[in-house]
């Protein structure tokens, strides 16, 4: 037993327990991701979009923490993932380019969210899930 404990304070130390909690949320994220992907391929661009955009939102919010940005505007309420993209990029969390696609995922999303469906089609459904798979994989929380 204390061999055990031993192991997980070194690990722990080192660094190597965040890289599973990492892991595990890289995963969590997968799972929504694939179902958005099944959704899409059965004819429901709307639904993808709002579920890739929803995981892409999460994923800002893990790298916010991650990178120790605030979650909360001074007043207490939540900060908009669109701030929250531009301050991950100015801390250097991701480049001014992964900004730039965020910021259009992001969009379509909310598009997607409000009704607005004819502002986009199952093209750049496809294009955004896999953009977001590519961005989560290269940029863990």
């Known amino acids: 037993m204390l061999g055990i404990l031993s192991a997980l304070r070194l690990s722990y130390a080192n660094g190597y327990l965040a890289s599973i909690y990492e892991l595990v949320h890289a995963d969590l994220f997968a799972d929504f991701l694939e179902m958005a992907e099944h959704l899409l391929e059965n004819g429901y661009k709307d639904a993808a979009a709002v579920i890739s955009g929803s995981v892409l939102e999460e994923h800002l919010r893990k790298l916010a923490t991650k990178s120790g940005i605030d979650l909360l505007k001074p007043d207490g309420g939540p900060k908009r993932s669109d701030t929250l993209n531009g301050e991950l990029s100015t801390a250097g ?5 992964d900004l730039k696609s965020i910021t259009g995922w992001l ?19 496809i294009l955004m899930l896999e953009g977001i798979k590519h961005f989560i994989s290269r940029t863990p929380a």
């Open 93 to 97: 969390a991701y480049s001014k380019l």
């Open 107 to 125: 969009d379509l999303r909310n598009k997607a969210a409000h009704g607005n469906y004819a502002e986009y089609d199952r093209q750049q459904v």
